[in-house]
Each structure stands twice: as C-alpha cells, then as structure tokens.
C-alpha cells in the first residue's frame, strides 16, 4: 500500500507526494526514487515550517476518541532488563538525559509525573494508512531538556529505545524546533490509565505535528546531539537507515 503525507505543502506535485511515505520496498529500493524523495524533503519541511510556525496540531474533544487505538511499531521488548523493569511497575527505571547538556538528567517515572503535565487528545496518522484518536499525558519535552540545559552546539534530540527491530536497536530523531514545540511530550499515560507494553511503557514520545513512525516508544535514554551522522546508519532512526523513510515526516 503506497501511504502519502496528508499533503505535501507548497507543492503541486501530488504524484510525487503520493510516494514521499510510501511503505513499497520497491519503490525504496530504486535509488532514483529516493533521490528524488530526499530532494524533496528539505522542502517539504521548510514549507511546513514557513507556513505553520509553532500552531498546534489540532486537538479533539474525549467524545471524539477512538473506541480502540491499535499499537503501532513493536508490541513487545524481548529484553530481559526491560521485561523485569516491567513486571515490577518500572520501579527503579531512570531516563538518562545526556549528551551536550549541561546537567546530565537521571529521571525516575516519579519525577516525570511530578513535573507540569500536558494532557492533549490528538490524532495519530500512520504510514500503514490508519488514523486513531487518543488521550496523551506527559511532561514537555522541553521542559526536561531545559533542565538539563543545552550546550550552544545542540541541534538534534535523539530518542535511545528498549526494542529491537531487525536485530538493530531501535531509535528515532527530532531536531529542537520540534522538541520544544509545545505538543511535543514524553507521555507516561494514554487514555487515562498508564502506558501499556505495546503502546510504549513506561514514555513514549509524542511529537503530534509527524507522522506515527517518529513517535518513538519504549523511550531508554534521550542523547542531545550536534549531527545525526555517527548514529547507526546515520539518518536519523531506524525506519529512515533501513527501510528508506524520510527523516522528517511532517503532516
């Protein structure tokens, strides 16, 4: 199934946006496509950010949520340190907050909670071509990464998870104009009730204005980085090394 951006700002093309997100490896095999995609991302999202600033996704009201929310991504960690954090409720999980910070962050579950919270219903798109409507918590990412105070060289918040994707650590990136983006949260609790394994406990991020594939679950450690370059395969997540997803995934 061949999935788009919900549109492509600034752009006429609606043949080549029909392809920016598409979930054919054919198409992600040609190098001709993906030149011509990668062309078009630094566009697509200078036109987003032109034209859009810092408004809000839009946000519903609890009437207009869904009546169930499927999980995207992986449903289950097979690590063992993460399957006894979980039998045990997470006590005595921290997320480490580090990189070019000035004050390395250990957090407990307890200190997230006890931070100020956002609570925003929003809609989540997914590449598979799903949408479902659901209830977030969480603190501000940017409150966290204001704690830990950033060093001048900072650009990129780099999310280290718990899972394991074809035999790969899991990871995924934003830049800092979406990490202090006031919808952009760690969420511990989702409709209510704290995060289930297969919705990303104990904190998943969300970063309402991208499409589900950056929402990164299962969230281990946050590394505040200058380039994406020396990471994995170097383009920013896993979906973007491996499976040829555009790194930037505005909607």
């Not at 490896?25 to 630094?42: C, I, K």
């Not at 207009?64 to 991504?73: A, L, T, Y």
């Not at 000035?102 to 798109?125: E, G, N, V, Y």
């Not at 998943?204 to 395969?233: C, D, P």
Request: glycine letters at 12%; charged letters at 20%; hydrophobic letters at 40%.
């Amino acid at each position: 199934m061949i999935v788009s951006r919900r549109k492509l700002i600034g752009m006429g093309a609606g043949a080549a946006g029909g392809l920016l997100l598409s979930g054919c490896d054919r198409l992600n095999d040609s190098p001709a496509v993906r030149d011509s995609l990668a062309s078009a991302e630094g566009l697509t999202m200078r036109s987003q950010r032109l034209l859009m600033g810092d408004a809000l996704a839009r946000e519903f009201s609890e009437a207009e949520m869904s009546p169930s929310f499927r999980v995207n991504g992986s449903s289950r960690v097979e690590d063992s340190a993460y399957r006894r954090l979980l039998g045990s409720g997470f006590a005595g999980w921290t997320l480490q907050v580090g990189g070019l910070v000035h004050r390395p962050l250990a957090l407990s579950l307890d200190a997230l909670k006890a931070m100020p919270q956002r609570t925003q219903i929003t809609r989540h798109d997914c590449v598979e071509g799903w949408s479902a409507i659901g209830k977030w918590q969480g603190p501000q990412l940017g409150a966290v990464l204001g704690t830990a105070g950033l060093l001048p060289n900072a650009r990129y918040v780099v999310f280290h998870c718990a899972d394991v994707l074809d035999g790969k650590p899991y990871y995924e990136s934003i830049d800092l104009i979406d990490a202090f983006h006031a919808q952009t949260i760690l969420a511990w609790r989702m409709n209510d009730a704290p995060l289930s394994e297969g919705h990303g406990a104990p904190v998943r991020l969300r970063v309402e204005r991208q499409l589900g594939y950056k929402h990164a679950k299962f969230v281990m450690r946050i590394e505040v980085t200058q380039s994406l370059a020396a990471l994995y395969g170097g383009k920013g997540g896993h979906w973007e090394d491996y499976r040829g997803y555009q790194w930037y995934a505005g909607i």
